[in-house]
């Protein structure tokens, strides 16, 4: 890792990443103040080249060079093919980077359902509503809002914890998982993140296990034997629900 840091750093300072990659330089030297290598684009080299070298030894070359480089080239839309055809990268490496950004939106919706969960809004309801009537009016809504919410809440993380299995059962998840906790670069932080990733695998480890080596619950098979269904949307809806609950 610090080999390929030291690699990194020398490339930045003779152009050689700008020629491979037009705009890499000019994001990283974004909010520096022009030339010179303002602080802006000083702390962030900084900052890559201390992720660079927490990455583990073992990490594969296309997510050190996903690393080395500004967000919004790795995680934009199209930033995968744009990389593929710039470093003509094997359809193995660009499935890693798709892991990658996959993994950096599912992060990002957690953390969002997190905010949402700590604020479930059933406090409202406040002042003082004059008459018993009306009371029971603004009582009864909010019940219902909030069962509605609750209810949206509970498909929405039924959806979530799909996809999470569906990640940690893709091929490289673990690899991707130690990159996006080299970027995080307090040391406290960067433990919680892997812990709250360790967990999360281990609660969902029996569903993970049943993708990876695609021996769902409910099978086409049995589908068909038990219920006539036969192959076609009926039974893929079925299929998905059953893989659902």
């Known amino acids: 890792p610090g080999a390929f ?25 974004e909010g520096g103040g022009g ?5 802006g684009g000083g702390a962030r080299m900084a900052a890559t080249d201390a992720a660079l070298r927490r990455l583990p030894s073992d990490s594969p070359a296309v997510l050190r060079v996903a690393t080395a480089l500004p967000d919004s080239l790795v995680f934009s839309d199209g930033a995968s093919s744009a990389l593929t055809l710039r470093f ?14 996959l993994l950096k939106a599912l992060d990002e919706l957690t953390t969002a359902a997190g905010d949402d969960d700590d604020d479930d809004g059933s ?13 029971q009016r603004e009582e009864q809504y909010s019940a219902q809002d909030s069962n509605k919410r609750q209810k ?6 039924k959806r979530d914890t799909m996809a999470w299995v569906r990640f940690y059962a893709g091929e490289g998840s673990g690899s991707c998982v130690a990159a ?11 433990r919680r993140y892997a812990s ?8 969902l480890s029996k569903g993970v296990e049943r993708a990876r080596n695609r021996a769902p619950v409910v ?7 038990e219920h006539g269904l036969k192959p076609g949307k009926a039974m893929g809806k079925v299929l998905a629900l059953a893989e659902e609950f």
């Open 5 to 29: 840091a030291e690699g990194m750093r020398l490339a930045r300072e003779l152009e050689v990443l700008q020629v491979i990659l037009p705009g890499a330089l000019h994001e990283e030297e």
């Open 35 to 39: 030339g010179g290598g303002g602080g």
């Open 88 to 101: 003509k990268l094997s359809k193995k490496e660009t499935r890693l980077l798709e892991t990658l950004s």
């Open 123 to 135: 406090g409202d309801g406040g002042g003082g509503g004059d008459g018993d009537g009306e009371k």
């Open 152 to 157: 949206t809440a509970a498909a929405s993380k």
């Open 180 to 190: 996006m906790a080299a970027r995080v670069s307090g040391e406290a932080e960067r």
């Open 196 to 203: 709250a990733h360790s967990r999360r695998l281990e609660r």
């Open 219 to 225: 099978t086409a098979k049995y589908v068909q034997a």
